[in-house]
């Protein structure tokens, strides 16, 4: 009894080690969290326009033109919270 007490008030190791790193991680969610991700364009006009991504719509700039319904990667932050695209490789 007196074992299970004291590790009931020590708490888990594991579970304050998720915790920690947890904690540490960059953030994912939002503007910094669409770098590396996948979208679809939209709208476009020229080198710019709106794409799905990350389950938002984002005003986004390209040095490429792009089609409605294309795959794109986000591969930086523009300027202006839009980020610049390219049109993604493979399927």
Request: hydrophobic share 35%; proline share 3%; aromatic share 6%.
């Amino acid at each position: 009894m007196l074992d299970s007490q004291a590790r009931r008030d020590n708490g888990d190791p594991q579970v304050g080690y998720l915790v920690v790193r947890t904690q540490r991680r960059t953030a994912t969610t939002g503007f910094a969290g669409l770098v590396g991700e996948t979208g679809v364009v939209r709208e476009w006009m020229d080198t710019s326009g709106k794409i799905l991504g990350h389950g938002e719509y984002w005003d986004a700039v390209s040095d490429e033109r792009l089609g409605v319904g294309e795959r794109v990667d986000v591969v930086r932050a523009g300027r202006g919270m839009r980020p610049r695209v390219q049109r993604a490789a493979g399927p």
